[in-house]
Every structure is written in structure tokens, then in C-alpha cells.
């Protein structure tokens, strides 16, 4: 029987962990001595980094059109628990009457993150873009809005407040504004829009550093996006929410974009984890303590360059991080510790979506150095969100098997930033 590779989770690190292990596999002749699995509940590949868009349409590629060419086995089920003494991972899907346990000579734990709520009453009404089914809830509702006809509009009925001025929360910020008049002026309405960036912290954007903030700025007021610094939500509900300080905010569109911390299956491990629930992971991205278990993506930190710099929960690095993982994982299951590769990802960039104004663009981990804003921005990021971050979509192993190579980075001082995706 072939030894199994497991992979858990279909976005940018499971899917790329998958297509590397299988390329490794063929590179070294394992042939059907070795088999790859991918576990996910969808059987969709989500670019959930364009989550905050209107149109959604691009959005999904289907696994199998990348897996299927390249020998990878799909199951499409949950895993709910993990036994690394045993080798196994449990897992449940809807055709089955039970769990059921699943053997691995190898698991690449890549199971993503989820959205961090906050303990506030009432959060869990709000809507969210963390995943596709999020983003589409979200753009059924607004298409709802004013769905009863002309007539008096209630307050708040045009109001979206987005909770979190992060760079989700930014994005979308810079996108309501528009999605919230074309919905208005489907249903003849004529009320104002209104689109409010909740955060608790000084200044709007901070987090995007201070080279970025007059792009930032001049993009909300040109989308007449009101921030609110400094601001604490006391209770959220179906009208609008409340303020810590008593103001009251009539909105019947609010949504949570408060950050994202590890999937959960991270804590079933029993490790140590980060303030953000990630496992260790070693230079080969071995999680710490489980030797036959490899994590990547969001599931996993891991140093990123010679200064100590630990990856971001960001496509960025999961990408890089599942194809170092999934040629690793393979290396070690041939025995060829030698064939191993360390991950380096030393070259950070950030490309924040800021709608019709355009788009800023930051070099470096403190977001220092403005390398672009506005149209020049704007035309990366459609680059990096429309092309870029994609797998090949024809089919052809080849070009599946080129694309997951894991490719070993020089440092900036030899590599444009313009260069990362």
C-alpha cells in the first residue's frame, strides 16, 4: 500500500503543499510508492484574499482542475481531530454515518485561520468577507436592502459601519460606499449612504505605517468613508450598534473585519502555540515536537528571514510556505534528508486596495518605504489579485507541477519587491 502524504485544508498552503508534494514525488520516482492526499470541506480553491470585492464570480477555482492533472487525490470532508501517535487524522463528511480515521505517513497541517470576533454582545449578527459564504451573505443582503419598494427610508437603512480598520477592513471600507449606492438606486431610493471605519486604535490605518497613511487618507475622504479612532463597541444589533461612550449608530449593514487568529484544529496538538494560535515550526517547516507532521500557511509560524521576522497570515506567505512544506514532507518520507530545503521569505511587500482612488504599496516589515500609490498601485494589485495568486487553470501538469516549485529567494537588495504576489 502507498504511503500517504495528507494534506488538510484547500487554500493558498494546502493547495500549493499538495501540488509541490506530488511534483517531488514524480521528481524523485516515488511513483505509486507514494500518494498525496488533499482533505477540504469545499471543493473550491477561494482567492480569499479578494473576499472584499463586489463581483465574486472569479473568485473560486475548482481542486480538482488543479489536482486531479497532477495525480493528487481530493477528499472532501472536515478534520476534527489529529493523532500523531496513531498517524491519523479523523475526519467527517456528509456521505458518511460517522468519523472515520485516515492513516498518514506524513501530514502537512494547513487548515488556514478563521476571523477573530471580539466580546462584544451581539458580534455574532455582524457580517463578514473571511470566506466566500461570508462575502456572498454579505452581497445578498445589501442586494435585500430597500427591497420593499420606494418609499421613507428608516434610519441607518444606507449606513454600513465596518468594525476593524485593518487592511480587510479597509478595503471594504473603500468598496461599500459604491456597492451601497448602486443598491439604493436599484431600489429608487433616495437616502444618504453612509459608510463609517470603526477602530479602537489612534489613527485609521496605523497598522499600514506612516508612509502609507496620506494614501489612505485621501482615499476614504475621496469615498467618503468617515473613520472613528479611538472607538470601543459596547452591543451590536439588527438596527445598528452602541458605542462604549453612549453614542448611539442607527446601521442595518455592519460588518466584523477585527482580525483572524489560527483554525482551531491548531490547539488539538497540545503545543505551545502563539498569541495568535499558530503551532512552531522549524526552519523545514516540521512542526515542533510532532516529526512527521509539517505545517504551512496561517496555521504555522515560522521565521521568515535572518532578522527573526515571523510570517504574517497573508497568501504571501502561504504560498511560499505550503511549497516549501509539501517538497520537505516528501524529501523526508524518501529519506533524503539532504534534498530538504530551509524556508526563506525575506522579501515583504504590502498592496492594500484603497477602490476607485486606487491602491498604496509598502516595502519592508515596518511598511517604511512607499514604492507606489494610486493608478501605479492600483495596476499591481489588479496584477497580483487577478493573475498572480492563481494557479494554472488549464489543466496542464506541467505548468501545475513548474508553478509548485519551491523557489528559494534571494534578499531584497537583489529582488524587486514588484516581484512578490
Not at 114 to 126: E, F
Not at 257 to 286: F, H, I, K, N
Amino acid at each position: 500500500m502507498a504511503q500517504q502524504i495528507v494534506v488538510v485544508g484547500g487554500g493558498f498552503a494546502g493547495l500549493w503543499a499538495a501540488a509541490s508534494a506530488a511534483r517531488a514525488r514524480d521528481a524523485f520516482g516515488l511513483g505509486d510508492a507514494c500518494g498525496v492526499t488533499l482533505i477540504a470541506p469545499s471543493p473550491f480553491h477561494v482567492i480569499r484574499v479578494r473576499c472584499y470585492e463586489a463581483d465574486l464570480t472569479p473568485l473560486r477555482v475548482p481542486l480538482d482542475d488543479v489536482l486531479t492533472p497532477i495525480g493528487v487525490r481530493r477528499l472532501q470532508a472536515r478534520v476534527t481531530e489529529i493523532d500523531p501517535a496513531a498517524h491519523s487524522v479523523t475526519v467527517v463528511d456528509e456521505q458518511s454515518a460517522g468519523p472515520s480515521a485516515l492513516p498518514y505517513a506524513r501530514l502537512i497541517l494547513a487548515a488556514g485561520s478563521t476571523l477573530r470576533r471580539p466580546a462584544v454582545a451581539g458580534i455574532a449578527s455582524a457580517f463578514d468577507v473571511d470566506t466566500y459564504e461570508g462575502a456572498q451573505a454579505l452581497a445578498a443582503h445589501i442586494d435585500r436592502l430597500g427591497s420593499t419598494g420606494p418609499g421613507p427610508d428608516e434610519p441607518g437603512l444606507w449606513t454600513a459601519v465596518v468594525i476593524g480598520a485593518g487592511l480587510v477592513g479597509l478595503e471594504l471600507a473603500c468598496e461599500l460606499p459604491a456597492r451601497l449606492t448602486a443598491a439604493r438606486d436599484r431600489a429608487g431610493r433616495a437616502g444618504p449612504v453612509r459608510t463609517i471605519l470603526i477602530d479602537h486604535a489612534a489613527q485609521i490605518g496605523s497598522a499600514m505605517g506612516e508612509a502609507a497613511q496620506p494614501a489612505i487618507q485621501a482615499a476614504l475622504t475621496a469615498a467618503g468613508v468617515v473613520g472613528l479612532p479611538e472607538a470601543r463597541i459596547a452591543a451590536l444589533d439588527p438596527d445598528g450598534l452602541t458605542l462604549a461612550d453612549g453614542t448611539r449608530i442607527p446601521a442595518r449593514t455592519i460588518v466584523c473585519a477585527t482580525g483572524m487568529e489560527a483554525s482551531p484544529l491548531a490547539a488539538r496538538l497540545g503545543l505551545p502555540l502563539d498569541p495568535l494560535g499558530r503551532v512552531p515550526v522549524d526552519p523545514y517547516l516540521q512542526v515542533t515536537g510532532c516529526p512527521d507532521l509539517y505545517g504551512a500557511g496561517d496555521i504555522a509560524a515560522a521565521v521568515a528571514d535572518a532578522a527573526g521576522h515571523r510570517t504574517v497570515m497573508s497568501c504571501q506567505h502561504a504560498r511560499p510556505m505550503g511549497r516549501f512544506a509539501g517538497h520537505n514532507a516528501v524529501c523526508d518520507l524518501a529519506g533524503l534528508p539532504e534534498r530538504r530545503l530551509r524556508f526563506s521569505a525575506p522579501d515583504y511587500v504590502t498592496v492594500l486596495d484603497l477602490g476607485d482612488w486606487g491602491a498604496v504599496y509598502t516595502a519592508g516589515w515596518d511598511r517604511g518605504a512607499l514604492v507606489a500609490s494610486g493608478a501605479a498601485a492600483k495596476a499591481t494589485k489588479r496584477l497580483i489579485n487577478g493573475s498572480r495568486i492563481y494557479p494554472p487553470l488549464d489543466r496542464d501538469p506541467e505548468r501545475i507541477r513548474a508553478a509548485a516549485a519551491p523557489i528559494l529567494q534571494p534578499p531584497p537588495a537583489t529582488q524587486g519587491a514588484a516581484s512578490r504576489g
